[in-house]
């Protein structure tokens, strides 16, 4: 493990004995359960007191211990583009935004630039990361065609 990532330590309390490692781990962390899957197939995670394989969907044992090493980010490779925001509401947090119809939000196939997320990476200083790719923390969409407002995650 590389000691500059952030690193958890993670016990399984009582309450969850017999869950899926993926699930109780999931449950302990602010980390998805699809990125502790991930994790754990790239030897990210630790048992530290316990011989059993590390599979998402061994049982956990109460006690049993894990270090879990957060890579960082992967960095975006989208170029932010200076796009008008129609902001509703900001703060260290949170940023509200009122889509207009016809903005794409996510880039996809055909839609390589001029998305909320190009106007997004423009307008904030910092993006969280999420499942380790560094990229604006926008957990649902709406069609290209709807306007309505968005929240996305600051922090």
């Known amino acids: 493990m590389n000691h ?47 011989c059993v394989v590390l599979k998402a969907s061994s049982a956990v044992c109460a006690g049993d211990s894990f270090i879990v090493a957060l ?16 902001i509703l509401f900001e703060d260290e947090h949170l940023l509200v935004v009122n889509k207009p119809a016809g903005m794409v939000v996510h880039p996809s196939h055909g839609h390589g630039t001029g998305t909320l997320v190009h106007a997004l990476l423009h307008h904030c200083e910092s993006l969280p990361g999420i499942n380790g790719v560094e990229r604006p923390g926008i957990v649902h969409r709406i069609d290209k065609d709807t ?3 968005l929240v996305i995650a600051k922090t």
């Open 4 to 50: 500059s990532q952030k690193t958890l330590s993670l016990i399984i309390p009582e309450d969850i004995i017999g869950q899926r490692l993926d699930h109780a781990l999931a449950h302990l962390s602010d980390v998805s359960r699809s990125r502790i899957k991930e994790l754990l197939k790239s030897g990210c995670i630790e048992q530290t007191n316990r």
């Open 71 to 86: 890579p960082d980010n992967r960095p975006m490779t989208l170029i932010p583009e200076a796009i008008a925001l129609d």
């Open 147 to 149: 306007s309505g407002a």
